[in-house]
């Protein structure tokens, strides 16, 4: 009785039409059941792979497991590879090639155009070691930069900056290379 109490609160607080004891026993049945069974099939997969390795017995999973749960119990692992020329899994510093006179809105409309970035953030860490934001969006004093050339900002030849974006997984490093 103080369930169905509850169903009906909680229904009427959050506006839900159609709440009835039936509908909340259909959908009891089906999650509560859903749930438990995926964290079993997880705990017998974590359990055989420390059988593997404990034992020796067979290779272990390499670093991705499918787990398909639609038509039965359907697992798969493979190795995920890294792609050398991926911009973000390749982690290495990419050399970047801008003329002395460019702005830096040349450098966002290349990072835009060459890597499809949306609204990067751009840092940089000083000759004397601190971290400086060249660039972002949100901050007022900031987008005045975008006029000024990359000398004027005080970007060197050879001088690394870091790229973040809200489409990369993690920062991307550039080495600036001046041209001319």
Known sequence: SSGINAEY????????????YRLTQGVTKRIIPAVASTNATIAAACVT????IATSSYLHLDNYMLFNNVDGVYTFSYPCER???CLVCSREV???S????DTLQNLLEYL???????NPIITTVT???ETRTVYMAGIGQLKDNVDKKLTELDLVDGQEIVVTDSILKSPVRFKLKFED
């Open 83 to 85: 792609k050398e020329d």
């Open 49 to 52: 792979e420390c059988l593997k």
């Open 94 to 96: 990419r050399e970047m």
């Open 112 to 118: 835009s155009e060459e890597h499809t970035l949306q």
């Open 9 to 20: 609160g909680r229904a009427t607080s959050y506006a839900i039409p159609g709440v009835t």
């Open 127 to 129: 000759a004397v070691g």
């Open 98 to 101: 801008r003329g002395r006179q």
